[in-house]
Nanobody, 122 residues
Framework: QVQLVESGGGLVQAGGSLRLSCAASGRTFSSYAMGWFRQNPGKEREVVCR????????YYADSVKGRFTLSRDSAKNTVYLQMDSLKPEDTAVYYCAIASVPFRDYGHYDVWGRGTQVTVSS
């Protein structure tokens, strides 16, 4: 059974930083692409960033480019999202997801974590 567990969310002031973690079991990030998404109540889920299975290709939404950074620890099978210079508009529940097919740079994400709340106060 594939599971993803996010952690690291919390309350931070604007301009501050948080590091989110996404730990996987049952499937390895070194073989499967993954992504971070966020959603607020009543709004559509939006992609924040993506990481290819090789770790060589990354995508960042324009809204977070230059402020958010992906990294991966293959030994721990964990992906991190370092979020710096946080803004109130970054407030959302953040979810990680993993692709259903291995060795694809991007793909359909079929397993999702439960999410972690990030709140940025002004």
């Amino acid at each position: 059974q594939v599971q993803l567990v996010e952690s690291g969310g919390g309350l931070v002031q604007a301009g501050g930083s948080l590091r989110l973690s996404c730990a996987a079991s049952g499937r390895t990030f070194s073989s499967y692409a993954m992504g971070w998404f966020r959603q607020n109540p009543g709004k559509e889920r939006e992609v924040v960033c993506r990481l290819s299975w090789s770790g060589e290709i990354t995508y960042y939404a324009d809204s977070v480019k230059g402020r958010f950074t992906l990294s991966r620890d293959s030994a721990k099978n964990t992906v991190y999202l370092q979020m710096d210079s946080l803004k109130p508009e970054d407030t959302a529940v953040y979810y990680c997801a993993i692709a259903s097919v291995p060795f694809r740079d991007y793909g359909h994400y079929d397993v999702w974590g439960r999410g972690t709340q990030v709140t940025v106060s002004s």
